[in-house]
């Protein structure tokens, strides 16, 4: 498994250090988006520092995508085609109103919208507010 995570880190440009092969390792187990304050809840023998830098890391080299909703930032893993130079996460998200999760749906897909001349998106966030299917 160790040799795996290795192997995600060095596609993505990231030099694999024990923590971060642990970050992966815990991002890989995970149901739904989680938070800096989450991920140091579960990790007694990190710093919040360096949990901190992980996180920007991944995100910077396309291995995760943040999601505010608003209140907190949630971290979920990218989709495959996801790079440095570009996010490829234009799906929904859902953050449910009863457990707080946050759930990546990449099988629904954000509408194209026509941006005004001059205008350049870069990014687009959507999430849909509602109860998930372990809490209704």
Do not use: W
């Not at 992966?24 to 520092?49: C, G, H, M, P, W």
């Not at 943040?66 to 930032?73: K, L, M, P, R, Y």
Request: aromatic fraction near 8%.
């Amino acid at each position: 498994m160790a040799e795996q995570l290795e192997l995600i880190l060095k596609e993505k440009e990231i030099n694999p250090t024990a923590m971060r092969l642990l970050v992966l390792d815990y991002f890989l187990k995970q149901s739904s988006a989680i938070s800096l304050s989450d991920l140091e809840s579960d990790f007694d023998y990190s710093d919040r520092t360096t949990l901190f830098r992980t996180l920007k890391t991944f995100e910077k080299k396309g291995l995760l995508h943040s999601i505010n909703d608003g209140n907190v930032t949630v971290y979920a893993l990218c989709l495959d085609n996801c790079s440095e130079e570009f996010h490829a996460d234009s799906h929904i998200h859902f953050c449910c109103n009863r457990c707080k999760k946050v759930f990546c749906l990449p099988k629904v897909k954000a509408p194209v919208l026509e941006m005004p001349l001059g205008f350049k998106m870069e990014k687009l966030d959507i999430i849909a507010h509602g109860v998930c299917n372990e809490c209704k």
